[in-house]
């Protein structure tokens, strides 16, 4: 069996389970009892990863931010790699983490350059890298490339570093994400990720129930894009996801909706 066989097998068992677990889901909605206990504000909190990652942003959002991770107690603050010193500074000795992404937002540039920012992203004191897969390659089917590139990333992190592959959904086919996430579990990455949010589209339930079924039980599942209330999050959550990313954070773990 060839390369492409082997894909499309992989990918109608995972498509076939996943109708299974869409219609289970269907058929449990007139109940109001989860199988999993609900998820308080303050359990949720420890999901998220609070981020602030727009172009333009400014210090005082960036203290803004540190701030309401704090208050919140959210698992880590996500920034890009410039940001890491100073949010690093304003955290030091707090159990909140700092996530950075890499390659962000399109993921097409040089491994050495993605290997490059991430070994000075964790020396600024980053303990989560958040990578951007090369989309193109993996359409391209070039899946070498694919592959060594988290590698390279990961090689690059320290032993406690986390690394997250964000395959960026809204691009990707059925197929090409259940691709996306053999690789990067085979690469040696912790999570994979939804989104960077920049390409529309964002976190879905059944995103979630398709990566999750791909990389198994033992690998985290990061949602994000386009999540704005808690609702949203918590089904997320029960669809799979280990992590939210969210901007939303504050309003999110509070109950609210976020419009816009």
């Not at 020396?123 to 590698?151: F, T, Y």
Request: hydrophobic share 40%.
């Amino acid at each position: 069996m060839d390369q492409n066989e082997l894909v499309e097998k992989i990918t109608r068992e995972v498509m076939a389970r996943l109708k299974e677990k869409m219609k289970e889901l269907g058929d449990s909605k007139s109940e109001e009892a989860d199988s999993r206990p609900g998820i308080t504000p303050a359990e949720l909190a420890r999901f998220m990863d609070h981020t602030l990652l727009k172009p333009g942003a400014v210090q005082t959002q960036f203290d803004q931010l540190v701030s309401e991770a704090l208050n919140y107690k959210f698992y880590s603050v996500c920034v890009n790699s410039s940001w890491v010193p100073y949010v690093a500074k304003k955290l030091r000795g707090s159990e909140v983490k700092i996530c950075s992404v890499v390659g962000f937002p399109l993921g097409e540039m040089d491994s050495r350059s993605k290997a490059f920012e991430t070994r000075n992203a964790i020396a600024s004191g980053a303990h989560e890298i958040d990578m951007v897969m090369n989309i193109g390659a993996l359409k391209s089917r070039n899946l070498k490339l694919v592959e060594e590139d988290i590698r390279s990333v990961k090689r690059a992190c320290r032993s406690n570093t986390i690394l997250k592959v964000i395959i960026e959904t809204v691009l990707l086919t059925d197929e090409e994400k259940v691709l996306a996430c053999e690789i990067a579990k085979k690469a040696g990455a912790n999570f994979v990720k939804t989104s960077t949010g920049f390409s529309g589209g964002g976190a879905s339930v059944q995103d979630i129930l398709l990566m999750r079924r791909v990389v198994g039980p033992d690998m985290g599942v990061k949602a994000s894009g386009g999540i704005r209330d808690y609702k949203s999050a918590v089904d997320l959550i029960k669809a799979g996801a280990t992590r939210i990313g969210a901007g939303a954070s504050v309003q999110i773990v509070s109950g609210g909706n976020v419009s816009g």
